[in-house]
């Protein structure tokens, strides 16, 4: 009977999570599907499709899939180069999927956790300011392109000739997204609710905006790609680009999904599920795309716990498609604009403005590189360039540093010690080294040490290192306290050099572990472990 209970309770969750995502979706969907040219069926289709079959054929995560704002963006420039011809790019979408399946089989999927902070936080923030910067003059009444030199280059006849029923209706939309109290937004999305409201103000008042228009439910159907070796040649970059930036978007949820479910996704399973799904939504003209974080962070929220949230998801959407085809075509294209900008805003990485002052001027070039490549010149090229560029300057700065040594520190001298003290407080009490400089490329192996840790109530990470931590190391190290703290365990630091020490009392993960975990000297750290453990007699 308990084992029945359990079920329904699980179905309950995933129900509920499943409304909650698709409550977020179905805006999304629609407006990401009018951005990259697609239309908003396609986008609809794109996340109904997607998520029911990466939802099957997944991993057993909540893991809510479609169209997301930097596919929607490659998409676009996709739809732009061919024209908006259909025949011409579905193939390129079919090619890209069959890239992302074949990614899921090579070491890819794991190697993605080894992208500097920095590549990271500039495509981000990149991919924000596209977005921000194509939809502003859909917003004010203007034409869409998909290029941001050619809409920067329009802005001087946008501003002269603005829509202001458009204008005012785009930026009371904005107001909504913005400003709508935290109470209404627990029980409905500030993105729906100004989609509703909005959509009804235009009608209600026959505003002179343009809407989507031209919206039926109709079954999507099969379509023949036309693939040839002239169109494999032509076609491979910006189809290799759009597998790359799905599969590192799906894997980069997966991860965040993993901290929130308390599980270990099988990253290979994920790509595959998400290479597959996204071959049955090129070939049906769907839109592609990835695993959402939002979506599938707002369903673990509500309760969801498995991959039926995601088939659930999909269902949802295609009765609301269905029932609502007429409100859907009422929608105006400046309140989609409205909620896309708004996204944009979102994906900009802002938290990385309060540690800017205090990261190497490395991590600051690398970053200004890949958003200006991003958003001026070519996604992928972009992240290759950042990836090589941080490779090159972290060679650079361990190369410099190799003459300098500090010997204020002596691990040796408390080896017996620190053994003594693990065994005899029976590994309430344990003692970890950094050896090296703790950077992007540490990280990892540094976090793996906490899953090991079972029994552990007090932990002194002892960093001896004379090089100041990075950006990713920054937040690492935020994502290591929040991790302990979790886990109930006390975290102390030994911080031994006089500048690194300084840089991380001038952190705001200071007041997350308070200052009196931070010493200058191991011993001090592990006879105040000893002392919070009630374990005196062992620091005899």
């Known amino acids: 009977m308990s084992t029945i209970s359990e079920r329904l309770n699980t179905f309950k969750g995933d129900l509920f999570g499943a409304i909650i995502a698709s409550i977020i979706a179905f805006p999304q969907a629609l407006a990401f599907g009018v951005a990259s040219g697609l239309g908003a069926g396609a986008g609809i289709w794109g996340a109904i499709i997607l998520s029911l079959i990466a939802g099957i054929l997944g991993c057993n995560l909540p893991l809510i899939s479609g169209p997301t704002g930097p596919v929607a963006i490659i998409t676009a420039v996709i739809v732009a180069s061919v024209g908006g011809n259909l025949a011409n790019i579905i193939p ?52 869409t392109y998909s290029s941001t030199i050619k809409t920067i280059l329009y802005y001087p006849e946008l501003f002269s000739n603005i829509n202001i ?123 592609y795309g990835t695993a959402a974080t939002m979506r599938s962070v707002a369903a673990v929220k509500v309760g969801a716990t498995t991959k039926v949230s995601a088939i659930l998801c999909a269902l949802i959407l295609a009765v609301v498609f269905w029932k609502f085809t007429g409100f859907i075509s009422q929608i105006p294209i400046c309140v989609l604009a409205a909620i896309l900008i708004k996204i944009g805003y979102d994906i900009l990485d802002l938290k990385v403005i309060k540690v800017l002052r205090y990261a190497p001027k490395d991590d600051l070039y690398v ?66 080294h950094i050896d090296g400089q703790f950077f992007f490329g540490s990280i990892t192996q540094i976090v793996s040490h906490f899953d090991e840790l079972l029994e552990t109530e007090y932990i002194i990470l002892n960093y001896s290192s004379n090089i100041e931590l990075d950006m990713s ?68």
Do not use: W
């Open 92 to 143: 390129i979408l079919v090619m890209a999927a069959v890239f992302q399946m074949i990614i899921a089989i090579t070491p890819i999927p794991r190697m993605i956790k080894y992208v500097p902070y920095p590549v990271i936080s500039g495509f981000l923030t990149g991919i924000g300011l596209i977005i921000i910067i194509l939809q502003l003059s859909p917003l004010l009444g203007g034409v």
């Open 367 to 432: 970053l200004l590189t890949v958003l200006f490549l991003t958003v001026f010149y070519n996604l992928i090229f972009a992240l290759g360039v950042g990836v090589i560029l941080a490779a090159l300057l972290y060679a650079k700065r361990i190369a410099d540093d190799t003459n300098i040594k500090v010997n204020t520190y002596s691990p040796e001298k408390y080896t017996d010690f620190e053994t003594k003290i693990e065994r005899e407080s029976h590994y309430k009490i344990r003692i970890l």
């Open 165 to 287: 029923h458009a204008m005012l209706l785009g930026l009371a939309t904005l107001v909504m997204l913005f400003f709508t109290p935290k109470f209404i937004t627990r029980f409905i999305p500030a993105q729906l609710l100004a989609l509703v409201i909005m959509t009804y103000v235009a009608y209600k008042f026959g505003l002179n905006v343009e809407k989507i228009s031209g919206v039926s439910f109709v079954l999507p159907h099969a379509y023949n790609p036309h693939i040839t070796l002239d169109s494999i040649v032509r076609d491979t970059p910006i189809a290799l680009t759009l597998a790359f930036i799905a599969t590192s978007e799906s894997l980069l949820t997966g991860i965040i999904m993993d901290s929130l479910a308390k599980i270990k996704h099988n990253s290979k399973r994920l790509v595959a599920s998400q290479g597959i799904g996204n071959l049955f939504c090129a070939l049906t003209g769907s839109m």
């Open 473 to 540: 190391a920054i937040f690492a190290l935020e994502d290591i306290i929040v991790r302990l703290e979790s886990q109930k365990i006390k975290l102390y630091l030994a911080i031994s050099n006089e500048k690194v020490f300084n840089q991380i009392k001038s952190l705001d993960v200071i007041s997350q572990i308070g200052e009196d975990s931070l010493f200058t000297d191991e011993n001090d750290a592990i006879k105040k472990a000893v002392e919070a453990a009630h374990l005196e007699n062992l620091y005899k």
